[in-house]
């Protein structure tokens, strides 16, 4: 009973995967099961952060941010996580800072899918499958910076979470942050969501020009040299257009 149990939450997240965002009573039908039965299972993998509630339809369903979490291992054979893997380690030697991949999860966060650890003592750690706010980090402005106007506005309504003094808490002023991304190539993060951390990030793009993921330098707060800000920018961004070119072979 216990294994048809796992095996039935198993199915659910899959559905949940392939028709999100999706209702109890969609999920009801598709399975036969009894309401009760897909209401209990979707609580359980929403308290394990498997599935969540949609954000502006909070009685559907859709994948959380910990799918997200198992994907590296998923990549190793993948385009993008193949592509991006030399050149982040290049750009950890060059800078000796540790650099991040970041993919974007819908409209909600950015998620850490893969990392290079630089060798200072002191140093910023996110593990794999972290997520953090795309409008308070370098990421998330990269990857908000290049996605269209209808999608930047959907994303910038009311106000935004503060989590320090430096954090854009304003659509208007996140507007103008973004066009600041899109004429430099790339974005800065000083403070904004962690306190002692900094970032410099670059979009990777498609084909189209959407943006797939974001490739970023993350230093202490204590080795941010405002003087070499156009320096890191620009390794920051030749590394995330080499990934681009590379995934697109």
């Known amino acids: 009973m216990e294994m048809k ?104 966060s950015m998620v850490v899918v893969d990392r290079v650890d630089c060798d200072h003592p002191v140093r910023t750690f996110h593990t794999i499958g972290d997520t953090s706010p795309l409008h308070a980090t370098a990421t998330g402005h990269a990857i908000l910076a290049h996605l269209p106007r209808p999608e930047v506005d959907e994303f910038a309504t009311g106000t935004f979470e503060g989590y320090g003094e430096e954090t854009i808490t304003d659509p208007e002023e996140l507007r103008t942050e973004l066009q600041r991304v899109r004429e430099r190539g790339y974005a800065v993060n000083h403070n904004q969501y962690l306190q002692g951390i900094c970032a410099i990030a670059a979009p990777v793009l498609d084909g189209d020009g959407v943006p797939l993921a974001a490739v970023a330098v993350s230093l202490p707060d204590s080795r941010f040299e405002p003087g070499r800000l156009a320096e890191l920018g620009q390794l920051v961004t030749e590394t995330a257009a080499e990934i681009t070119a590379r995934h697109l072979r």
């Open 5 to 108: 149990s796992v095996i039935r939450s198993l199915r659910i997240l899959e559905a949940v995967a392939r028709h999100q965002p999706v209702t109890v009573g969609e999920l009801t039908k598709l399975f036969g099961l009894p309401k009760s039965t897909v209401q209990r299972t979707l609580v359980t993998l929403n308290e394990a952060g498997w599935l969540r509630a949609n954000r502006r339809d909070t009685t559907r369903w859709e994948i959380g941010a910990r799918v997200l979490a198992v994907r590296p291992a998923a990549l190793q054979g993948s385009s993008l996580f193949a592509a991006a893997r030399d050149p982040m380690i290049r750009l950890r030697d060059t800078v000796n800072e540790t650099i991040h991949l970041s993919v974007p999860d819908a409209l909600h």
